[in-house]
């Protein structure tokens, strides 16, 4: 069941303004920044982020991790909607 | 050192000439670039010269939804009006947008209302933050603190509020210590997530701790901003849990609440290095609370600003 609050995805989504994707040199990793936020992004996370440019659809991003690793592209479907809800949620994505 | 972000605050740091200079070198360095401002002193030019040269994110003060209870808050007539005429410019350039309020006795029932005003002014987060006392706020307690059913309710309703915007703004909220039961984590520990520069150099571990008398600060232009974070004697003394008396030592939340705020405990305990009295294991707990509650009933409504000299019967409340 479809939860009534799930937010609605955009169809080509991008870091809404004042999100920004960073990668620093000291912890040698991408993070998301956002106003008084900080989350540290690791693996398929910051790969799914990196796709966040306004110019692919979700399907599109699913796709090219699909090709990057090895799981199903199922799975890994879950894991991109889940992620990309979190972040509509938080209001980090446009 | 791997520093993240700056918040360019104050004071007021629109009255900085060369702000645009100086967003411009942080954006450089990679550092993420947060204005805190009121919007006095700002102009559109300027904002749009900010947006250019990167930075990331504006964070707008707002004192009251009316402008005539805002501008007495304030103490600067117009104020109010001029903040939402600016509010608008910044969204309507695509600069992402916070507003941030500070809740006292004054506009405590305006929380759901200034939530709607930030939500329609576009803004994607609003931070409710209790007042904070220390500086100026601590000189106009009396007028400031809520009841503590005031602030019971006002805790339920933004527990309310936030179900009911989730997804179109966040609510971010600072917690009103004195009518708590645990400290809050002061600036996520003391020398432990964040550092202040001061417009002579100086570098605190949070903007208060020169209320703190007997520490040394260090300035950055004598030492290297790396040196300072490690070794500065300011930023040592209260960093970590060596320092820290009973009940603190030996508690369970230490590596969490870091002991709550050392400006705090010089506030009402008179030590820095007491615990921090917001929490109900500190002997100073009942007077603190005490204190809240008297303060809450006193009928002050005058404010003391900074920088004007204080008039017996200045302005009142305007009534609503
Ligand atoms: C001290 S101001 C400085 C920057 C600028 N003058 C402004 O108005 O935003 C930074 C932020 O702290 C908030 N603030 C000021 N006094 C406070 C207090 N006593 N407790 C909590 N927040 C406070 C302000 O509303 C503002 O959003």
Redesign the interface.
């Known amino acids: 069941m479809p939860d009534a609050?799930a937010?609605v995805l955009p169809e080509r989504p991008r870091l809404?303004?004042?999100?920004?994707l960073?990668f620093?040199t000291?912890?040698n990793a991408w993070?998301l920044?956002?106003?008084?936020r900080?989350i540290e992004t690791e693996g398929p996370a910051s790969e799914i982020l990196r796709r966040c440019d306004g110019s692919r659809t979700v399907g599109q991003i699913v796709d090219e991790l699909t090709a990057l690793y090895t799981a199903d592209r199922a799975e890994i479907e879950g894991d991109v909607n889940d992620m990309l809800a979190e972040l509509?949620?938080?209001?980090m994505l446009a | 050192m791997g520093v993240l972000q700056i918040h360019l605050s104050g004071g007021e740091p629109a009255s900085r000439r060369d702000l645009v200079e100086i967003v411009a070198s942080a954006r450089e360095a990679g550092l993420y670039t947060n204005l805190i401002t009121s919007a006095i002193g700002l102009d559109l030019p300027r904002l749009a010269r900010l947006m250019q040269v990167g930075l990331d994110h504006v964070q707008l003060s707002l004192q009251d939804v009316q402008a005539d209870g805002a501008d007495h808050i304030a103490g600067y007539s117009g104020a109010h009006e001029r903040k939402l005429v600016f509010a608008k410019s910044v969204v309507e350039l695509g600069l992402a947008l916070t507003v941030n309020t500070v809740i006292h006795r004054a506009n405590i029932g305006s929380i759901a209302a200034l939530v709607e005003m930030a939500a329609s002014l576009g803004a994607g987060r609003v931070e409710i933050a209790h007042a904070q006392y220390y500086g100026w706020a601590l000189r106009n307690r009396q007028a400031l603190m809520p009841t503590r059913d005031q602030v019971g309710r006002a805790m339920q309703e933004v527990a309310q509020i936030r179900s009911r915007y989730q997804g179109r703004i966040v609510i971010d909220l600072v917690v009103p210590d004195y009518y708590a039961r645990r400290p809050k984590a002061c600036m996520g520990g003391w020398g432990h997530r964040s550092l202040n520069v001061t417009p002579s150099g100086r570098v605190l571990p949070c903007h208060a701790a020169e209320t703190i008398p007997g520490l040394r600060f260090w300035s950055v232009r004598d030492r290297p901003l790396a040196e300072i974070w490690s070794d500065s004697p300011a930023f040592q003394a209260f960093r970590g849990t060596g320092w820290m008396p009973e009940p603190c030592r030996s508690c369970e939340m230490r590596e969490i609440d870091h002991g709550g705020c050392r400006c705090q405990a010089m506030a009402i305990v008179g030590d820095a290095a007491a615990t921090d009295p917001a929490c109900e294991l500190s002997p100073h707990h009942d007077w603190m609370q005490l204190l809240a509650g008297q303060e809450s009933s006193h009928p002050a409504t005058a404010y003391v600003y900074r920088g004007r000299i204080p008039r017996d019967g200045a302005t009142a409340i305007p009534a609503r």
């Not at chain 1, 920044?33 to 008084?36: K, T």
């Not at chain 1, 509509?88 to 209001?91: D, E, F, G, Q």
């Open positions: 609050r937010p809404a303004p004042g999100v920004r960073h620093d000291t912890r993070v920044l956002g106003p008084e900080v509509a949620t938080k209001r």
